[in-house]
């Protein structure tokens, strides 16, 4: 540690990383780490007993799949409304900006009551599905729009000041060169945002996950079907199998640690290809 | 290719950017356009390249109405002030980048891609750079790269905006002495704008000297600095001491308001009262290099006059702080106030 702080001309080193240290440890080290002690309590196989039950499985993969579908579709158009909120001006265009963040501040039950009331099939939304035959709220398919609806701040306040920093020179440059527009967002706009948007994409991924509050208004919560973790890990607790909600809660921490790995993973090196 | 500019109008709101500018710039040229920040040229030379539209007025290449061809129809190369390059992209990718967004027709092969990048990167004396990327460059690297990367799509025409504007005294000096010799081997028909008159006068062919979206002289640098056509020129172009009228009517020898115009380097000096002198007296003695620089005040009220002397001239007649002279113009040029 005493090289480290040779070289460096800023003070305070060893009390800014002791204060880091001891803060990381309090608010997230320890608290995780007492999941696994919980955990701990079951032993291999009842760890075991519990992950791999035919509900836990199906909790999970309603759980991940239906927050991947959310970021994907909050990553296209969370990229549409930061371009739009960047490169033009109209009236109410501070409304709208502020309206981006709204998802942040609601109460997610409030948003999850809301949600299923339009997108019940006697809903405002919901009822024209409904003429087709296609069922959103208290489905799978109500996850993800919930889930759509909490993650796209995410997207949109990630991409918004990147996109902002793409010079109009570049595209001018771009378009002098003879690139059609489409050209010049291909291979000069996208390339540039992409680190931003992929942060966005995690961000909104690891926030579905653990989302709880508005989900379960409006999936329905039928076993197997739309029936999402955080919900199995309530009722355990209500059931005071506290070790068994806390072994579904490692296992998703674990997944979601490696998810995110890997998207740090592809962050580093498509940011290794453009030297800073 | 030439270009012919008739009855510009350029308004930015209130604001008058460009006021009924015609122009002619000759094939195969190299022309300036000079003028302070605001002047208008950035916003002609944008204009000339499509990337913005003026209010009124035509714009013809080699006789051809240009109205209807947007940037990338033009076929004309742009250099910005900050390199504008594409940080994601490698220096080869960068001067590659014309080639490969061709339409499928009429894009090249791959090898005859890699082939012309590199007799470019040649060209701009940066090929061992082809791998790396923008941001480890320095900044007249980079400059040379986004020119390289201009000329790839053969332009036939080149524009320049401030090209050596952010690099430093010396790297600019060697960058446009370079753009000068690049020009002289490829005479492709070139604008570039600036705002450094010694940047202008030294580069171009012809220049253009432009104030407040008016074109104010138009001509070869020497015609330019010998023969300034009018009092902005005087004043933009080298330095220069105003005498008005009113207080040296000998010099000016006009009954009216009229201002007299005198380079520092056009004032003599000499220790005894010579036919219509000024007796001033010496504030300040600076030399700078090859050249001895006065600062020396008229009178009572202490108006203060610029004087530059040779160092040979100054040994002849040295002069210190505080010693009365009087001093002659050798040449003078008197405009109506």
Not at chain 1, 76 to 98: E, H, M, N, Q, S
Not at chain 1, 173 to 179: C, E
Not at chain 2, 87 to 101: D, S, W, Y
Not at chain 2, 154 to 183: C, M, N, S, Y
Request: hydrophobic share 50%; glycine share 6%.
């Amino acid at each position: 540690m005493a090289q480290f702080k040779a070289h460096s001309v800023l003070p305070g080193f060893n009390l800014a990383l002791g204060f880091t240290l001891l803060y990381l440890s309090l608010i997230v080290l320890i608290p995780l780490s007492s999941l696994f002690f919980k955990t701990a309590t079951l032993g291999w196989g009842g760890f075991w007993e519990v992950t791999t039950g035919e509900r836990v499985l199906a909790s999970l993969r309603v759980t991940f799949f239906a927050s991947f579908a959310a970021a994907v579709l909050n990553a296209i158009f969370g990229l549409v409304v930061a371009w739009v909120l960047v490169r033009y001006t109209f009236p109410g265009k501070r409304l709208v900006d502020a309206l981006v963040d709204l998802p942040f501040a609601l109460p997610t039950a409030v948003a999850g009551i809301t949600l299923a009331m339009l997108y019940a099939p006697n809903g405002w939304i919901g009822h024209y599905f409904a003429e087709h035959d296609i069922k959103i709220a208290y489905t799978p398919l109500g996850i993800v729009v919930a889930l759509t609806f909490i993650g796209l701040p995410f997207v949109v306040r990630t991409v918004q000041p990147v996109l902002a920093d793409v010079e109009a020179e570049i595209e001018e440059a771009a378009a002098s060169l003879g690139a059609s527009r489409w050209d010049v967002f291909r291979r000069v706009i996208f390339p540039s945002i992409y680190p931003a948007l992929l942060t966005g994409f995690a961000l909104a991924f690891a926030r579905s996950i653990g989302e709880y509050g508005s989900v379960i208004f409006i999936a329905g919560n039928m076993p197997f079907i739309s029936e999402i973790a955080p919900l199995l890990i309530v009722s355990k607790l209500e059931q005071y199998d506290y070790a068994g909600a806390t072994a579904i809660a490692l296992l998703m921490l674990i997944i979601s640690f490696i998810l995110l790995l890997a998207i740090n993973g592809l962050q580093w090196w498509s940011n290794r290809r453009e030297i800073r | 290719m030439s270009i012919t500019i008739q009855n510009l109008n350029k308004q930015f709101g209130n604001f008058t950017a460009l006021n009924n500018i015609n122009l002619e710039v000759n094939s195969g040229e190299l022309l300036a356009l000079l003028g302070p920040s605001g002047c208008g040229k950035t916003s002609l030379l944008r204009i000339i390249g499509g990337l913005d539209v003026q209010n009124s007025g035509k714009i013809f290449f080699h006789g051809k109405d240009v109205e209807h061809r947007d940037a990338r129809e033009r076929n004309v190369g742009f250099v910005f002030q900050h390199y504008a390059l594409f940080r994601h992209m490698t220096v080869f990718e960068n001067v590659a980048f014309g080639l490969r967004v061709k339409p499928k027709k009429e894009r090249h092969i791959e090898t005859e891609i890699k082939r012309r990048v590199h007799e470019l990167l040649q060209l701009v004396q940066l090929d061992w750079l082809a791998d790396r990327y923008p941001t480890q460059l320095s900044g007249g690297q980079r400059q040379r790269i986004a020119l390289a990367r201009a000329l790839a799509v053969e332009p036939q025409i080149l524009l320049l905006d401030e090209p050596f504007g952010a690099l430093d005294t010396k790297v600019r000096k060697e960058l446009r002495r370079w753009l000068r010799r690049l020009h002289d081997e490829l005479h492709v028909t070139s604008v570039f704008v600036t705002h450094d008159q010694e940047e202008a006068l030294e580069v171009a062919d012809r220049v253009v000297v432009m104030n407040k979206g008016n074109v104010e002289q138009v001509g070869s640098p020497d015609d330019v600095y010998a023969h300034p056509a009018s009092p902005f020129v005087y004043q933009f172009i080298g330095n220069v001491n105003l005498f008005h009228s009113r207080t040296h009517a000998l010099w000016t020898q006009q009954q009216g308001d009229a201002v007299a115009y005198v380079r520092p380097h056009d004032i003599d000096i000499s220790l005894i009262p010579q036919q219509s002198s000024l007796p001033v007296v010496v504030k300040q003695v600076r030399a700078i290099g090859s050249v001895v620089r006065l600062e020396a005040a008229i009178g009572q009220d202490g108006e203060t006059v610029e004087i530059e002397l040779s160092r040979e001239r100054f040994n002849i007649t040295p002069v210190a702080v505080g010693d009365e002279v009087f001093i002659r113009p050798r040449q003078i040029k008197v405009f109506e106030a």
